[in-house]
Nanobody, 125 residues
Framework: QVQLVESGGGLVQAGGSLRLSCAAS????????VAWFRQAPGKEREFVAA????????YYSMSVSGRFTTTSDNRENTVYLQMDMLRPEDTAVYYC??????????????????WGQGTQVTVSS
């Protein structure tokens, strides 16, 4: 059973950067995909980005495209989310999630069955 641990959240001013990490323990990520989601207070959880483990194809929501980048280090069994040009509306708890199998072209519906505990990101104006 894989476990996911996020880290790297914190407080940053608007325009700044943070890098989140999602480390897998217990077993390797293997194939499949890893995604990032976020949830702000009073709002529903939303998809942020995803990366496939085999081809390293990436996907981004419209709200973060061009500002966020997700990468995978297979040797370290870790997935990263580099967040640049942060805005106050990026404030949320960020979660990583993994699935060993997926189908279809929409990463929002890939049935992630393993989730991390979340890390808080706060962007001040």
């Amino acid at each position: 059973q894989v476990q996911l641990v996020e880290s790297g959240g914190g407080l940053v001013q608007a325009g700044g950067s943070l890098r989140l990490s999602c480390a897998a323990s217990g077993r390797a990520f293997g194939s499949g995909a890893v995604a990032w989601f976020r949830q702000a207070p009073g709002k529903e959880r939303e998809f942020v980005a995803a990366i496939t483990r085999s081809g390293s194809t990436t996907y981004y929501s419209m709200s973060v495209s061009g500002r966020f980048t997700t990468t995978s280090d297979n040797r370290e069994n870790t997935v990263y989310l580099q967040m640049d040009m942060l805005r106050p509306e990026d404030t949320a708890v960020y979660y990583c999630a993994a699935t060993r199998v997926y189908s279809g072209s929409d990463p929002r519906g890939w049935g992630y069955d393993t989730w991390g505990q979340g890390t808080q990101v706060t962007v001040s104006s």
